[in-house]
């Protein structure tokens, strides 16, 4: 069982920033992949963004060039990094985990953080 926490949601003016945060549990964290899913109202959840355990990344077409995610597996911390925020960006955001491949697909995650409201005023 992994235990994910997100923080680091908030309120922010288009064009500004704000960094998630993801702590996970598990032994073997860096092993794990992680990836971050939105979901806006009235909207099915979708991709945003992820990291293998390799480093790797993959991005939406969406975010790419805005948003930027990293990992420290020594903190077992995920981190999305989001730059020139839209209002479209308003979404709850979910950190999610694969024990045995990089989740980029809902399908693919196996675990799920309890997500943290991202709001993005115009």
């Known amino acids: 069982q992994v235990q994910l926490v997100e923080s680091g949601g908030g309120l922010v003016q288009a064009g500004g920033s704000l960094r998630l945060s993801c702590a996970a549990s598990?032994?073997?964290?860096?092993?794990?992949?992680m990836g971050w899913f939105r979901q806006a109202p009235g909207k099915e959840r979708e991709f945003v963004a992820a990291?293998?355990?390799?480093?790797?990344?993959y991005y939406a077409d969406s975010v790419k060039d805005r948003f930027a995610s990293s990992r420290n597996n020594f903190k077992k911390n995920v981190y999305l990094q989001m730059n020139s925020l839209k209002p479209e960006d308003t979404a709850v955001y979910y950190c999610?985990?694969?024990?045995?491949?990089?989740?980029?697909?809902?399908?693919?995650?196996?675990?799920w953080g309890q997500g943290t409201q991202v709001t993005v005023s115009s």
């Open positions: 999610a985990s694969n024990t045995r491949k990089t989740p980029t697909t809902v399908a693919a995650a196996e675990y």
């Open positions: 990291i293998s355990g390799t480093f790797s990344t």
């Open positions: 598990g032994r073997t964290f860096s092993s794990y992949g």
